[in-house]
């Protein structure tokens, strides 16, 4: 039989290859794969689902993430993309593997995290799966959520001159994944050594204990404002920003200089010569908001708090591109994160 | 730090101290954990939400299980927990972690069984998660289903002289895997030998590719009857009754020469020198549906193709018992599967 090696598909690949062949048979399934969610017909609300699967030793490192930031950082993920469509979180399934390496009181921990942000966005855990595991420890969860009818945002409605919207700096989270990478080296050379993490507590957050925009999404309603297309940015701008064009047929250009980034970002992408920019396109893992807004909008948006405009959308003819600070054009390229490589 | 062991909780204390101190959040959640799926309210229907987490080598054994059969029975025991609220199942989202040894051929098995059993029950797929693994596979389902406001059956409507109903035949997926389990040790002593399954082709296929029982919710809609309470049996018959008689508030009495039972299960415990019964008390994974329903509905269940009447509910005071032979009564206890002892 023939064997093809799933890191030859990639992760986008390989999904479409698995799931082209499903049809859908119910009318009440609106969207299926290929947003941040599901979107689901009931009546006078849209249902909104969306599932994340984590994996020890793939999308953490017990070393230095604590159990409560691992459960709160799971479960936010989840929110954020139901945020992504402009919608509320409101319930989630929570299953756990776990191998006999893990006490009931790791567990609690996970679980503490997990209802801190159950608390904070006003979520309720309604169900999962707890299950014994040969290895390590595994995560899965699906956020159900609500959107407003006719005000869910999909990432294929980007149109031609409309705004590219940032929200908060992007880079950050990247940025602090590689000081505890870096700390994780020294403290294995020397069990002594202390880690050196001063002045660098908003990267490390940002790593550890992301928050999903819930304020930008309560502050476009509040604006009038419904974007055109939107999604969170789990694998760099560039990444997402490819998504957004594919799906809605049209080209970008955005500028280097207007990217937002946060200046312990900065000081730690020196330290460790390494680009922020780079970071702040491929780093992934920000959680922030990418949006795309009629050009009608402008005036509302320029007044929004922790947003930033940083381009541009435009016919696909014209290609996807980052304008540098010399004025130099580059094409975008997706250099996500991905796990599958 | 205090160390608990896990397995000193076992899975349903371990679920009831996770999840004891999150509190409801939002009015469309109607029932959050304790049942086959959560209820949330969606004006005129409820929305249905189950999720199971698998692993490899705790839920499923390569040596024997086809990955297309895998597919097909990881959909179908979430459509099964549907079932059991009387719902109709309509959605999924299937996140897999797959480590190197698997290939895209290897993935495209399991979603091809994922997709016949989507046909067959008229369910969409719509979304998930498709990752790396360090070791081995992991499978998470979560299923979306409808039920008639109304019409939806929890576990904890049960009343005293209410029928205790099972349908099709228990123990049957249990003596398949003990089949399967013995040519495993056949084949790991002698890799030239040939398994032996003739005429066990149904207690194969009740474990490698077991069906939810929508036939039998449609029975009961066409008969206007609504059970007081149902679940699925996927930890054997008598873990199940006892969730359903301590969240109902009842006792039980069901009677050892009542419990279908199949012909191939039966031979099978024999050669095997086991005990028939307790399989299908305690085995597991049969997925048929145990409810009860008002004595009032007994003409109409009695015609019922493929439901049998195993005994009734009493007052709490009585205790849950099984009826022998010889006219004994044995109480009843849990010895159902679980993955976390």
């Not at 014209?318 to 975008?332: D, F, K, M, P, Y």
């Amino acid at each position: 039989m023939q064997r093809t090696e799933i890191s030859t598909l990639g992760e986008f690949g390989l999904i479409k290859h698995l799931t082209e062949k499903f049809k859908i048979n119910n009318p009440s399934t609106l969207k299926g794969v290929g947003d941040d969610a599901a979107v689901l017909d009931y009546k006078d609300k849209q249902v909104l689902v969306t599932t994340d699967l984590l994996l020890e030793g793939i999308h953490f490192d017990l070393v230095y993430t604590p159990l409560k930031h691992l459960g709160y950082k799971a479960a936010v993920v989840n929110f954020s993309d139901i945020y992504a469509m402009n919608g509320q979180p409101k319930q989630i399934t929570v299953s756990i593997g776990v191998s006999k390496r893990f006490s009931v009181e790791d567990l609690t921990q996970i679980y503490d995290g997990i209802e801190l942000a159950c608390q904070h966005y006003g979520v309720d855990l309604v169900g999962g799966d707890t299950s014994a595991s040969l290895t390590g420890l595994t995560i899965s969860i699906t956020c159900i959520g609500e959107g407003e009818k006719d005000k869910v945002v999909y990432r294929n409605g980007a149109k031609a001159n409309d705004l590219i919207c940032v929200s908060g700096d992007l880079g950050s989270a990247y940025m602090g994944l590689q000081l505890l990478e870096r700390e994780k080296v020294v403290f294995t050379a020397n069990a002594e050594s202390q880690p050196d993490f001063e002045g660098k507590d908003y990267i490390l957050q940002r790593q550890l204990k992301p928050e999903a925009r819930r304020d930008i999404v309560q502050a476009l309603a509040e604006k009038g404002i419904v974007p055109t297309a939107m999604m969170d940015i789990s694998d760099g701008l560039s990444s997402e920003l490819i998504h957004i064009c594919t799906q809605s047929n049209a080209g970008c250009r955005i500028y280097e200089d207007k990217i937002p980034i946060n200046y312990q970002a900065v000081v730690m992408a020196e330290e460790l010569n390494m680009s922020i920019v780079t970071a702040a396109l491929n780093g992934g893992e920000d959680y922030e908001l990418l949006f795309t807004a009629s050009i009608d909008d402008y005036e509302k948006i320029i007044t929004m708090e922790g947003v930033g405009i940083v381009g541009h959308i435009t016919k696909p003819e014209l290609g996807l591109n980052l304008v540098g600070r010399e004025g130099e054009e580059i094409a975008l390229k997706a250099q996500g994160w991905n796990s599958l490589k």
